[in-house]
C-alpha cells in the first residue's frame, strides 16, 4: 500500500513545520508540496529540505495563491503523475501534530477498509492563544482514497468532492496548533479568509491587533490538561518560553472572564466531546485499538 500526502506552504512562518513532518515521514512515501510564497526560496521550503523526505521522496511545484480551493488542486495535481499512483492521501496542514498512533491507522485500519469506504476521519483538538486551552475537538479528515477525479471546491472552507465511498471515523484526537500565533498574524489570517468571502463580521485590523482578539473568546475556550505529542514537546517549549510573558496574560484573562456557568458549559462539552468520540469505536468494532489522544 502507498501512501502519499499533500501539503501546502506559504510565506507565513510555520513553527510547527518541521514537527508535523517528522511526525508523518515513517507512514508517508511520498510527499507533494504546493509553495504559494511567491519566494524563490522560502524559510518554509527549506524546513521541507530538511526534513526526513529526501528528494526521492518529495515533489515541490510552486503556485500563486488564488483561494484554498485552488492551492488545493494545485497541491493534488502532482499526485497524477505519480507512478505507481498512490492507494491514499494522508491530508494534513503545516500546524497539524499527529502522534505515533499515525503509523498504527497506516498500517493496521487502512488495508482492513473495503473498497466501499473512501476516506478516514477522526478529531483535532484546536488551539486558542495558548498550548493551554482550546476551543473545540472537532471531526477532521485523515485519510483519503486516492482516485483521479478527485477535485476541491470552494473558495474558502474548502471541500474535497468526488470521494469514491463513505467515511469511517476513528476515536483518535491528534493537535492543531494552527491558532496559537501573534494578534497580528491571527488578524492577518482572519483577513484573508475575510477577502475570500467568510461570512463573518469585517476582522479587526492587523495593525492594531492586540491580545483582546484571543481574550474576546474567554467564555468559549477550556483547560487543555493532557500531554502534547512528544514530537512536538521541544518546539512548544521554545515558543512558549519566547511568549512567556503574552501566554501568562492570556492565562490570566482566560481565567479571570470565565464565569461558573462558563465553566460548567466548557466542562458538558468536554465530557459530550470526549463520549461522542469513544463512541466511535462501537461503529467497528476492533477496527482501531490505539490510545485515544495523539501520544
Avoid at 116 to 128: K, M, Q
Avoid at 230 to 235: D, H, S
Wanted: charged share 25%; net charge positive.
Amino acid at each position: 500500500m502507498r501512501i502519499a500526502c499533500a501539503l501546502c506552504i506559504g510565506a507565513a512562518p510555520e513553527p510547527y513545520l518541521a514537527a508535523a513532518l517528522a511526525a508523518i515521514a515513517p507512514v508517508v512515501d511520498v510527499l507533494v508540496v504546493n509553495d504559494n510564497s511567491g519566494l524563490e526560496h522560502g524559510e518554509n521550503l527549506s524546513t521541507v529540505e530538511a526534513s526526513p523526505f529526501t528528494p526521492e521522496r518529495r515533489r515541490v511545484v510552486q503556485r500563486p495563491f488564488v483561494d484554498f480551493a485552488t492551492m488545493r488542486n494545485d497541491a493534488f495535481a502532482p499526485l497524477l503523475e505519480l507512478d505507481p499512483a498512490p492507494d491514499w492521501v494522508l491530508f494534513l496542514d503545516a500546524d497539524e501534530i499527529h502522534g505515533e498512533q499515525l503509523a498504527s491507522l497506516a498500517s493496521a485500519v487502512l488495508p482492513r477498509l473495503g473498497a466501499d469506504i473512501g476516506e478516514l476521519d477522526a478529531y483535532t483538538f484546536h488551539f486558542w492563544g495558548t498550548f493551554g486551552w482550546i476551543t473545540d475537538v472537532a471531526r477532521r479528515l485523515v485519510f483519503y482514497r486516492f482516485n483521479r477525479e478527485l477535485r476541491w471546491t470552494n473558495a474558502i472552507h474548502e471541500k474535497l468532492v468526488a470521494i469514491r465511498g463513505r467515511a469511517v471515523v476513528v476515536p483518535y484526537v491528534y493537535h492543531h496548533y494552527g491558532n496559537v500565533l501573534g494578534p497580528r498574524a491571527l488578524a492577518e489570517k482572519h483577513q484573508r479568509y475575510f477577502a475570500l468571502g467568510n461570512a463573518v463580521p469585517r476582522p479587526v485590523d492587523p495593525e492594531k491587533a492586540g491580545l483582546e482578539l484571543f481574550l474576546a473568546r474567554a467564555r468559549e475556550v477550556r483547560p487543555y490538561r493532557a500531554a502534547h505529542p512528544a514530537i512536538v514537546r521541544p518546539t512548544l517549549a521554545s515558543l512558549a518560553t519566547a511568549e512567556r510573558e503574552t501566554f501568562a496574560r492570556l492565562d490570566a484573562g482566560f481565567r479571570a472572564r470565565r464565569t461558573p456557568a462558563d465553566q460548567f458549559r466548557a466542562t458538558a462539552a468536554a465530557l459530550n466531546e470526549t463520549l461522542r468520540v469513544r463512541l466511535r469505536a462501537l461503529e467497528r468494532p476492533g477496527l482501531y485499538r490505539g490510545p485515544t489522544i495523539a501520544r
